[in-house]
């Protein structure tokens, strides 16, 4: 799972959600072809700063393409203990399907943080009472994938000149192709074209 971090630097008076200065983790798989939204709002001004968190120290290069001033290795570390040191997250937007890495990350929210999961699974979020109680944190779950969701995607694709990184094979290829959609080497999503 990977986190991106965002720091608001102010907001609109109507605003009551956020507060000068929140931090906002978002966790995120390419390879589930989730993402976050950039686009700014009329009522907040957002400084950006970006986190992510992988399995590996073999994801730090790829994390800084991305855009990410830090790269957590949670191999190699405590995600939420790195996430707490950076002044805790206010939102973990969880989208890879797995419950362990989401129960990890639940303290590395920071106060009133939110676990957002998007992510399906059918094992436990494991979490306690004084977790969720001691900081005032939620868990919350959201169904994307809609097609308004996949409207507004590729519209905002279109608009910010935004394209996926793939992996191509040609028809000829197409076991060779499946079996590195299968192995999980595969960074991005595999995808074919035409025959050469």
């Known amino acids: 799972m990977e986190l991106e971090h965002i720091l608001c630097d102010e907001v ?5 959600e956020w507060k000068a ?4 983790g978002v966790g995120w798989r ?20 970006v986190w992510l968190s992988g399995r590996g120290a073999e994801n730090a290069a ?6 990410a001033s830090v790269y957590i290795d949670s191999k190699s570390t405590n995600a939420a203990e790195e996430l707490q040191k950076l002044g805790g997250a206010q939102i973990v937007l969880a989208t890879a399907p797995n419950s ?10 920071g106060p009133n943080g939110k676990l957002m999961v998007i992510g399906a699974t059918f094992d436990p979020i494991e979490v306690t009472p004084i977790q969720l109680i001691s900081g005032s944190r939620t868990i919350q779950g959201w ?14 694709a279109e608009l910010s000149g935004v394209r996926p990184m793939i992996e191509t094979y040609s028809l000829e290829k197409m076991g ?4 590195r959609m299968m192995s ?5 999503r595999v995808v074919l074209t035409r025959m050469a």
Do not use: H, W
């Open 12 to 16: 609109g008076d109507d605003v009551f």
């Open 62 to 67: 790829l994390a800084k393409k991305l855009g």
């Open 21 to 24: 200065g929140q931090r906002v």
């Open 184 to 188: 999980s080497d595969a960074q991005f």
């Open 143 to 156: 169904a994307s994938g809609t097609p308004t969701d996949s409207e507004d995607t590729r519209c905002f």
């Open 30 to 49: 390419p390879c589930c072809g989730a993402g976050y939204r950039r686009s700014g709002s009329p009522r907040i001004s957002i400084r950006e700063q």
């Open 100 to 109: 362990k890495a989401m129960s990890e990350l639940i303290n590395g929210l």
């Open 176 to 179: 060779e192709a499946y079996a």
